[in-house]
């Protein structure tokens, strides 16, 4: 029997992978891992690329990993977010290389042949602990390789916490760890739709006070209610597009868990009018707590 995988959401009427394919996204929670499928696993996979360079790259070659010898992968990028080097970067890797153009969109058809070094784009997208950051990183999490600006200003300013709380896009923990600093806090989760943030966060944050979970907040967290406080810096792209809607989202969901009198601290970038669907979700109990270097800083009670 054959296996096909499939990598994203790719528009259908540019690739419609069989019904049955596997999917490998870490964004979309429940899927499989690419990493883990076995070398010369797969009869085909498509692949809706990431923009990212090293993780574009990293994804390619485990895809290419795991397709069997004569296989058939096919690649595909909007234009502006990587497609326009995609053909380059599979021709990096000695293949021969079938080029489309449709609806904005590169694609790339590729067979796989025997011999092939994908060593160096695997390492370079591996996971690995940074020695700046002290922590368990990858290529493709959000703000892998350096502190978030936005995170920065959240933990600067953050009060001191107590009781059973929640840190919304948790990413690799970083606000985690500034929570968990307070001993009077005797709960933690951290949520993210990056599985591989989850995996980094879980690495990353050992205290007994914690765990970690891969689900999408914005289809709720059912375990989670009458919670004392969350923190979050909310994504505010979806598939590299701006998606406002995302951060409010996230603020309706943590009022829904919070109890009354529960308390919300949220950083956003200045330019998002996030205040509207914070008084949407928590009347008149909202207050600015600092506004600088590009950011607002917010607090919300029940």
């Known amino acids: 029997m054959s296996q096909e995988g499939l990598y994203g959401l790719p528009p259908r009427e540019l690739a419609e992978p069989g019904p049955d394919a596997a999917q490998f996204s870490p964004l979309i929670p429940g899927s499989e891992a690419l990493d883990d499928q076995p070398d010369q696993s797969l009869d085909g996979l498509t692949i809706l690329a990431p923009p990212g360079t090293v993780e574009r790259r990293y994804v390619l070659a485990q895809g290419l990993r795991a397709l069997k010898v004569g296989g058939t992968m096919t690649a595909l990028a909007p234009k502006a977010k990587g497609g326009s080097r995609l053909g380059k970067e599979l021709k990096a890797f000695g293949l021969e290389v079938a080029e489309d153009a449709r609806r904005h969109h590169r694609?790339?058809?590729?067979?796989?042949?025997?011999?092939?070094?994908?060593?160096?784009?695997?390492?370079?997208?591996?996971?690995?602990?940074?020695?700046?950051?002290?922590?368990?990183?990858?290529?493709?999490?959000?703000?892998?390789?350096?502190?978030?600006?936005?995170?920065?200003?959240?933990?600067?300013?953050?009060?001191?916490?107590?009781?059973?709380?929640?840190?919304?896009?948790?990413?690799?923990?970083?606000?985690?760890?500034?929570?968990?600093?307070?001993?009077?806090?005797?709960?933690?989760?951290?949520?993210?739709?990056?599985?591989?943030?989850?995996?980094?966060?879980?690495?990353?944050?050992s205290d007994a006070r914690a765990q970690v979970v891969w689900a999408d907040i914005r289809q709720g967290v059912p375990a989670l209610s009458d919670l004392d406080f969350v923190v979050m810096n909310p994504p505010f792209h979806d598939g590299g597009a701006e998606d406002r809607a995302l951060g409010a989202a996230f603020i309706a969901q943590a009022a829904g868990v919070l109890r009354h009198g529960g308390k919300l601290l949220m950083v956003a970038n200045r330019h998002l009018p996030y205040e509207r669907p914070l008084a949407d979700s928590f009347g008149a109990k909202v207050k600015l707590l600092a506004e600088e270097g590009g950011y607002k800083l917010y607090e919300a009670r029940r």
């Open 107 to 205: 694609i790339c058809v590729v067979v796989r042949p025997a011999e092939l070094d994908l060593s160096e784009a695997l390492a370079a997208g591996a996971p690995r602990l940074s020695p700046e950051l002290g922590l368990w990183t990858q290529p493709g999490i959000f703000s892998w390789d350096r502190i978030d600006p936005g995170t920065a200003l959240l933990l600067s300013r953050l009060p001191t916490q107590a009781g059973v709380g929640a840190d919304f896009g948790c990413g690799l923990g970083l606000l985690a760890h500034g929570v968990l600093a307070s001993q009077a806090v005797t709960g933690l989760t951290l949520i993210d739709i990056d599985r591989r943030a989850v995996a980094c966060a879980t690495r990353n944050v």
